[in-house]
């Protein structure tokens, strides 16, 4: 059975620093990886996603990731964080068979001023 | 309205009531799902739908009872729900994959904040 785990469950980076959230996921064949924000009373909005080709993905606001098979890893980055980034981070694995989404335990990003 | 819309977006009810949650998606999909994300636990597949048809229902207590009119509208009803079903509900949608095709992609509602008393 696929799994995903995000090792962090709270980071807290001062505002316009390096941002990084780790990823790890257990899945048998290619993966099919995302990565989903939650701000605080809201649903999830899709930040990236990767099916294939490149392995390193461009998203919105300003946040990329790359996938690492030797590692298993799917890393969500960004270079400069503003205080709107402050919120809940999940990484995701599909698995076709059933149209199932298997969401890490998420990270949540606290931005200091 | 565009995407995925929710009704209502919070929600109080005792444990005896009848409620039903209502989800909308404006993106032409065919395959919808109910979400369950309690504080501290990942977020739980309770149901998915696939062209109107369920085709999954992750052990969900029959408390909830979810029905799938047509491709855009979904819903979950609630009888004498328990105090840990208190919980943000999310609806998501998709474009299935067909024809040998893999990739899916789920767009989410903004939630239902249900509690139960």
């Known amino acids: 059975a696929q799994s995903v785990t995000q090792p962090d469950i709270h980071i807290t980076v001062s505002e316009g620093a390096s941002l990084e959230l780790r990823c790890n996921y257990s899945?048998?064949?290619?993966?099919?990886l995302f990565w989903y924000v939650q701000s605080p009373g809201q649903g999830l909005q899709l930040l990236l996603k990767?099916?294939?080709?490149?392995?390193l993905v461009q998203g919105i606001k300003g946040f990329e990731a790359e996938f690492k098979r030797s590692q298993s890893s799917f890393n969500l980055r960004k270079p400069s964080v503003h205080w709107s980034d402050a919120a809940e981070y999940f990484c995701a694995v599909f698995k076709a068979a059933g149209n199932k989404l298997t969401f890490g335990g998420g990270t949540r990003v606290l931005v200091k001023p | 309205e565009t995407g995925v819309t929710q009704t209502p977006r919070h929600l109080v009810m005792g444990m005896t009531n009848k409620k039903s949650l209502k989800c909308e998606q404006h993106?032409?999909?065919?395959?919808m799902y109910w979400y369950k994300q309690s504080a501290k636990k990942p977020l739980e597949l309770m149901f998915v739908?696939?062209?109107?048809?369920?085709?999954e229902n992750n052990s969900v207590p029959s408390r909830f009872s979810p029905e799938c009119p047509n491709s855009s509208h979904l819903f979950l009803h609630l009888h004498t729900l328990q105090p840990e079903d208190s919980a943000l509900y999310l609806c998501a949608s998709s474009q299935a994959p067909s024809g040998g095709a893999r990739e899916d992609t789920q767009y989410f509602g903004p939630g239902t904040r249900l509690t139960v008393l």
């Open positions: 990767y099916f294939s080709g490149d392995t």
């Open positions: 899945y048998g064949a290619t993966p099919y």
């Open positions: 993106l032409g999909h065919n395959a």
């Open positions: 739908y696939n062209f109107k048809e369920q085709t």
